[in-house]
């Protein structure tokens, strides 16, 4: 619908002349988009409600409200970049920077908007153009098939599905201001990331750590595996044994009584898993559902009480859950089904695996639940009778969570604490059942039925605004607090790419003398301590991006030529020291210094051939100025290095200090 509307799209890596951010510049056709005066409120809500969130609150971002609200109309193009933003929050990005450009001499208009992930930011612009049109009065309506923007830029949000775990991580990662770079976007492995740069760097796949054994994850990818290695350190565990057939099954009841409880013996949130077995008839039914999961079953006796999860960060106990399996209350009016809807209305229920709290779905688990009460979806309970929906209390089969941390016995703290070392893992959830998380599994029976890999936090977040503060403490497994897991960054910007490589040399030389280790690029080839790390990198975010991901590198230096920092701006989100040579900019120095500006933590330094200091940038301020008639890949000069050593040592600067 609005294709034609799209004259022209820039993307920008990173800080550039436009923004302090990655940021799209976008030309848009004002002739091909209706008038802002003919944007309804509720279409634009209905819109998103129906083809992006869902949200059910009926409301837009405060920016957007106000733009509605003003008393005079906000321009188009204010529009256009407003809602570019507002989509892509929807979908969890981190964005908040737009502007409006100067337009171009035939009448077109100019749009900046920041992003985070490349292809959503690529397709938020087109999207917002098809929005305004479906919300004009009598622009189309939402029926039929959608309109390209929209269509595409619904295509990559959900191929890189929300992810609640992600959503507080990040946060927290960003507020602590660990760079972080997310290694994959889309499908099982999303999660990748590494945080810092350098020697310094971490890898983590959601809350598993890079120095979680192999061994441990082998181990806890077994649930026969996990129960056998703590019964070794005295760890309080149900006796389980694994079966392949039937008449197995039998033996096993015949010596442990009922009732029991029948899961695979991979897999996770509660798939498969029967808890209850009250006899042979619904052991053989249980043992027919575990098997489409994993060859082999494991028939465990049934311990009684709830479930309780025991977060562990770094060897300690820091929060406890009881999850409570997914339910629904009788109103007197509505049937099981009904009840469930409204249930899943809860905006927080999503996906299995990505949302806190997970959909119910009505299923051959649930229906066997239903079954043993005797009733069934249609059923309508009296008031207030509790409708139980599942045997187990995974919040993937749709559980609930309530803290329990301040009720956990010391006794059982330290069981969960002994459980964590023996399997080895620095983060992880330890299932533990008991009738009274308050009173010792010395005195009551009790036990450890599973201990979780990949544990989330995200409940956490959930419930009470993470009080007990577990997102932050799984953070500090990685980073202490107190360090983020930067190397100085530099940038050296010149008139020609060989001007700038000589400069950074120069600057790498002081750092080599400091016994540092020195990755080093032009955009182009990769060097560490003068040894080649990749010749010919097809674009310079990949140079650049290399600099961050070497394990040895203790310092990177990026050297570009102007044309290429003003076309497509900083390929890192921000720099401790940017390093200027004005020589040969004709009359560009200024835009460029303030790119650099925008990104350098510490400051700008300015060296060059010409005596004359920051005068020459407009009153910018740049910290100091050297002189450096003569740059010849030799000994960095003394002044150069000295001003390097003054500007590292000064405390960085933020962003939101500057605006």
Known sequence: MTEASIAAIHMFDGPNIDLP??????????????????????????????HVLRRGSGRLSPEIEAMFG?????????????????????????????????????????????????DIGSWAGPAACDLLVMAAVGGGGTDGELPRGLRRFLQVTQARCRDDLMVVLLREIKRRGIPYRRLVDSGRTRRLLQLGHGVHQ?????????????????????????????????????????VTSNAAAKSVAEVFGYPLVVKPDRGTGGIGITAGVADEAELFDAIARARPFAEAVAVEEFIEGEDRRLMMCDGKMVAATQRLRAQVVGDGRQSIRSLIEEVNADPRRGEKGVSILTRLEIDAAMLAVLTAQGITPDDVPARDQRVLLRTTANLKSGGQPVDVTDQVHPDNRLMAEVTADAIGLDICGVDFVTTDISRSWREIRSAVVEVNLSASVA??????????????????????QGSDGRIPLLVVAAGHAERA???????????????????????????????????????????????????HSEVAILALDAPVLLKSGLPWPDCDLAVLDPDGLDGRSLEVLGVLARAARRGVLKVGSEENGPSLLGGLEVSCHVHLPMVDGADAPDELGHAIETIMAMEPHTQAEED
């Open 21 to 50: 951010t990655a940021s799209v510049r976008l030309t848009v056709r004002p002739d091909l988009l209706p008038p802002v005066g003919s944007v309804d409120r509720a279409a634009v809500l209905a819109i998103l409600e129906m």
């Open 501 to 551: 490589l000589a400069v950074a040399r120069c600057a790498a030389d002081r750092f080599v003398m400091l016994g540092k280790k020195v990755a080093l690029s032009d955009g182009q080839d990769v060097w560490l301590d003068e040894h080649v790390c990749r010749n010919g990198c097809e674009t310079v975010a990949e140079a650049a991006e290399m600099l961050l991901a070497h394990p």
């Open 202 to 242: 971490r890898q983590a796949n959601g809350t598993v750590t890079d120095r979680s054994s192999a061994v441990a994850n082998i181990v806890t990818a077994s649930k026969h595996q996990t129960l056998r290695m703590l019964d070794r350190v005295g760890v309080p565990v149900p006796r389980q044994r694994m």
């Open 70 to 118: 003003a008393a005079q109309e906000a321009d188009l193009a204010s529009w256009v970049s407003a809602l570019a933003i507002e989509l892509q929050r929807l979908f969890d990005e981190d964005v908040a920077h737009w502007k409006v450009g100067r337009p171009r001499p035939n009448g077109n208009l100019v749009v900046c908007y920041a992003y985070e992930n490349r």
């Open 459 to 480: 409940m956490y977040d959930f419930i009470d605004g993470d009080r007990h503060g577990v997102v932050r403490k799984a953070i500090e497994v990685f980073f202490p």
